[in-house]
């Protein structure tokens, strides 16, 4: 027994090499295409060397507008994701808990599901202008599906037996909710959650590029604009890494719900 | 100790000619039972024989299509609600601690009152973990003491040993009778294996088709050794009047241990080879293997 915690604990050696070993081919490459801009094999107009993306990250820095930048970027993708988290997590509980608002809800939500959101885009403009609003709204129509659809999995999946003994044992309608349906469907919908956290990213650049004043997105067309390539390729990494960082609290916030849950309770490569 | 040791503080139940059916399906054909207070009683049956339908009438996940039940105390009152039910499966909420789990839906029990029953059932050092981490005997014990801690007055068993290794349902089967015998409840056990009810039932009735086909009160002292010659003869009999009934489906009883095949339809090839020595226990060698 004892679990494969202890096994792995007991290997320190191996724990090193799997916290390392992530980090080991991004960083080949980029040591690898540093080299090569050095030695004037990469022109720098097609793609700058990573110590002059760096220089430009420092420079943006200073001046002091990247951070506004991100923060007015993770702002929308935030706003974006609550709301539209929401509402997926309301819709899902709903069709999730009774047959008729299925029947009433689902279909239509699946064909709305069926029209991308990108393809929204020149309507919500129509709409809403070039504002705030219209890029949250991209956003969170673009979160509500993934959420919607794993909290719907997730409460319809909850194991009949344990419904059938909570009412032998008396457990009413709202600690049934509350001790056996939530707790039940909640890993699915942290998935749900997930999915819909890296969806958010990666609306937010198009969202973006329709008309804004700031954000990452505006760095990236103002970068285009002047040929800043050390900019442009910055906006890419800080993605990259931001995407990243989203992930990695995401399955924090995974593991510190779910303790109860046998495959979060290993030392998974984060 | 004798059966009539134990504190009688359980209930009557009774069942007046219940018919049950799904659909077309009739599960239930005019059952008969009455269990007289802290009293045992095992039902044995073939999968399908309704036997697990018995139990879902009695602690009201099912209602009898035609018929009445009834659980009524000492001085005749309902105590219906007072029905416990432990599943084959142990089905704990994963998420709460066997500790929280046997407290669930028990408003007025105490942290306390829940922690003396897992004690009691061995496992006052497991009170913070999580089922996840317990073995399937663990497990089973978490679910006794989630139905004791109500202090139940009737407890139904529906197979609670069956997905339990041979040599944990030995040791299960023991702790079940000792807690009947200290807690004075009235037990319905329902199994397939004939010889389990014989040694733990003071009655054993057998169903086949959804009807009773046999009924024995079984006065022997406890605990009952599986080796005495009454309880082997008895548990011959009783297997030839299961296996006596003319089969219509294919048998479906599967034990969940592969080991442990116990499967009726080599009982009945084994009975037929040695029927004139009147010996039917070839499941024998198999609890053997476990030892």
Request: hydrophobic content about 50%; overall charge positive; aromatic content about 6%.
């Amino acid at each position: 027994m004892r679990t494969a915690r202890s096994i792995l604990a007991r290997a320190p050696e191996g724990l090193l090499l799997r916290t390392l070993a992530p980090w080991l081919a991004p960083l080949g490459l980029v040591v690898a295409w540093e080299l090569l801009a050095r030695a004037r094999m990469i022109p720098p107009t097609m793609l700058p060397a990573p110590l002059s993306v760096l220089a430009a990250a420092v420079r943006a820095t200073l001046h002091g507008q990247l951070a506004m930048h991100l923060g007015v970027s993770a702002l929308r993708a935030f706003g974006g994701l609550v709301i539209g988290g929401s509402i997926g997590l309301v819709l899902g509980f709903a069709t999730g808990l009774s047959r008729p608002l299925q029947l009433l809800l689902d279909g239509p939500l699946q064909m709305v599901r069926a029209v991308p959101a990108l393809a929204l885009v020149p309507l919500v403009i129509l709409w809403l202008g070039l504002g705030e609003a219209a890029k949250v709204f991209i956003v969170a129509i673009t979160v509500v599906f993934p959420v919607y659809l794993n909290t719907f999995h997730g409460v319809r999946s909850v194991d009949p037996h344990l419904i059938e003994m909570a009412r032998v044992y008396d457990v009413g309608p709202r600690e049934l909710y509350r001790q056996v349906i939530l707790p039940g469907a909640l890993p699915s919908i942290l998935v749900g959650f997930r999915f819909a956290l890296g969806l958010s990213w990666l609306v937010m650049i198009v969202a973006e590029t329709m008309g804004a004043s700031e954000g990452l997105g505006y760095i990236a067309m103002n970068a285009r604009e002047f040929m800043q390539m050390d900019m442009l390729v910055l906006t890419i990494v800080l993605w990259a890494l931001l995407g990243k960082l989203a992930d990695v609290l995401a399955r924090r916030v995974e593991r510190w719900l779910l303790p109860w849950l046998p495959r979060l309770q290993r030392l998974d490569v984060a | 100790m004798s059966p009539t040791a134990h504190r009688a503080s359980g209930a009557t139940v009774r069942l007046q000619n219940v018919y049950k059916e799904f659909g077309d399906r009739q599960v239930l054909r005019g059952i008969d039972l009455e269990v007289p207070p802290g009293k045992f009683l095992a039902i044995v049956g073939r999968s399908g024989s309704g036997k697990s339908t018995v139990l879902r009438l009695l602690c009201g996940l099912d209602d009898p299509t035609r018929g009445s039940t009834s659980v009524v105390d000492p001085s005749g009152n309902d105590v219906r609600g007072s029905v416990r039910v432990v599943f084959q499966e142990p089905r704990l909420l994963p998420w709460r601690s066997v500790l929280s789990n046997v407290s669930l839906g028990a408003r007025r029990t105490s942290n306390h009152r829940a922690r003396e029953v897992l004690g009691g059932v061995g496992l006052a050092d497991r009170l913070h973990e999580y089922p996840g981490v317990l073995s399937g005997g663990e497990r089973q014990r978490v679910a006794l003491a989630r139905a004791l801690v109500h202090e139940p007055a009737v407890m139904l068993l529906d197979e609670p040993f069956a997905a339990l290794d041979a040599l944990t349902r030995i040791g299960a089967q023991r702790l079940v009778e000792s807690l009947w015998m200290q807690h004075g409840f009235t037990a319905l056990l329902v199994t397939h294996d004939v010889e389990e009810a014989v040694l733990l039932g003071d009655y054993v009735v057998v169903l086949d088709e959804g009807r009773v086909i046999e009924r024995v009160e079984v006065n022997l002292t406890r605990p009952r050794a599986r080796e005495r010659p009454e309880i082997r003869r008895l548990t011959a009999r009783l297997l030839d009047a299961i296996l006596s009934t003319p089969r219509q489906a294919p048998p479906a009883v599967q034990s969940p241990d592969p080991s442990c095949k116990r499967d009726f339809s080599e009982f009945a090839q084994a009975g037929a080879e040695e029927r004139d020595g009147f010996r039917l226990f070839i499941h024998e060698p198999c609890e053997e293997e476990g030892t």
